[in-house]
C-alpha cells in the first residue's frame, strides 16, 4: 500500500518538553511538509522540503524543528519555545514538477499540559 | 484580508440536493487550485485539481474556476450522508511549494 504515515495518532506531553512527530511516505515524492491545524482554521505550514537535507520555513516555524536525513521520513520536532503546541499535525508529500496537490496523512492530535 | 476566504458555513442540506461550496482569493498569481475533503479528526483527502480555469467533473462531483473573478467552486450533486465533512479549498502559484488553504466549510448531509 502505498501512502503516507503518522505516528503516533494521539501524543500527551507536559509542557516544557521537546517531542518528536514522525512522518514517513512510500510515494517516492520529493517534496514533504509539515502543516498545523486548529479549530475552525485552515491548514498553517510550518516547514517543507522538497529534496533530502534541505528544508524551508514555512509561515509559523518558530518553536519547530525538522530534518530530511531520508527521502521518505520528514521528522518534526515540537519544542519547548512553541508557546501554544497543542493542535492537529499533518504531514504531507507531492511529486516535484507534478503541480501542486499534495497528500496527507492522517495526522497527529499533540496535548501538552 | 486574508488570501483565500472560504465561507465556514456550517451548511446543512437534505440528502439528494445539489451543494456549491466557494473560495474567492486575491492573489492573481494562483494557478493551481485543489478542493480537499477532511472527515472528522482525519487528515485531508484531495477531491479535485485543476489548472487555470474552466471546469473540471469527476462522478458527481465539480469544480470551477474563474479567474478573472478570482473565484472557485466545488458543486456536489446528489449529496449523500456520507459527504457531510470539511471542505477545504488550496491554491498556488507555482508547481511546487506551498499551497494556500481556505478555512474550509464544514457540511452535512442529513436524511
Known amino acids: 500500500d502505498g501512502g503516507i504515515t503518522q505516528s503516533p495518532k494521539y501524543l500527551f506531553r507536559k509542557e516544557g518538553q521537546n517531542v518528536t512527530l514522525s512522518c514517513e511516505q512510500n510515494?517516492?515524492?520529493?517534496?514533504m511538509y509539515w502543516y498545523r491545524q486548529d479549530p475552525g482554521q485552515g491548514l498553517r505550514l510550518i516547514y517543507y522540503?522538497?529534496?533530502?537535507?534541505?528544508?524551508q520555513k514555512g509561515d509559523i516555524a518558530e518553536g519547530y524543528s525538522v530534518s530530511r536525513e531520508k527521502k521518505e521520513s520528514f521528522p518534526l520536532t515540537v519544542t519547548s519555545a512553541q508557546k501554544n503546541p497543542t493542535a492537529f499535525y499533518l504531514c504531507?508529500?507531492?511529486?516535484?514538477?507534478?503541480?501542486?496537490?499534495?497528500?496527507f496523512g492522517p495526522g497527529t492530535r499533540l496535548t501538552v499540559t | 484580508q486574508k488570501e483565500v476566504e472560504q465561507d465556514p458555513g456550517p451548511l446543512s442540506v437534505p440528502e439528494g440536493a445539489i451543494v456549491s461550496l466557494n473560495c474567492t482569493y486575491s492573489?492573481?498569481?494562483?494557478?493551481?487550485f485543489m478542493w480537499y475533503r477532511q472527515y472528522s479528526r482525519k487528515g485531508p483527502e484531495l477531491l479535485m485539481y485543476?489548472?487555470?480555469?474552466g471546469n473540471k467533473e469527476d462522478g458527481r462531483f465539480t469544480a470551477q474556476v474563474d479567474k478573472s473573478s478570482k473565484y472557485i467552486s466545488l458543486f456536489i450533486r446528489d449529496s449523500q450522508p456520507s459527504d457531510s465533512a470539511t471542505y477545504l479549498c488550496?491554491?498556488?502559484?507555482?508547481?511546487?511549494?506551498?499551497?494556500?488553504f481556505g478555512q474550509g466549510t464544514i457540511l452535512t448531509v442529513h436524511p
Open positions: 485543476t489548472y487555470s480555469s
Open positions: 510515494l517516492n515524492h520529493d517534496a
Open positions: 504531507a508529500s507531492s511529486p516535484i514538477g507534478g503541480g501542486d496537490e499534495q497528500y
Open positions: 522540503s522538497q529534496i533530502v537535507n534541505d528544508f
Open positions: 492573489n492573481s498569481a494562483f494557478q493551481y
Open positions: 488550496a491554491m498556488s502559484g507555482t508547481s511546487y511549494g506551498k499551497l494556500t
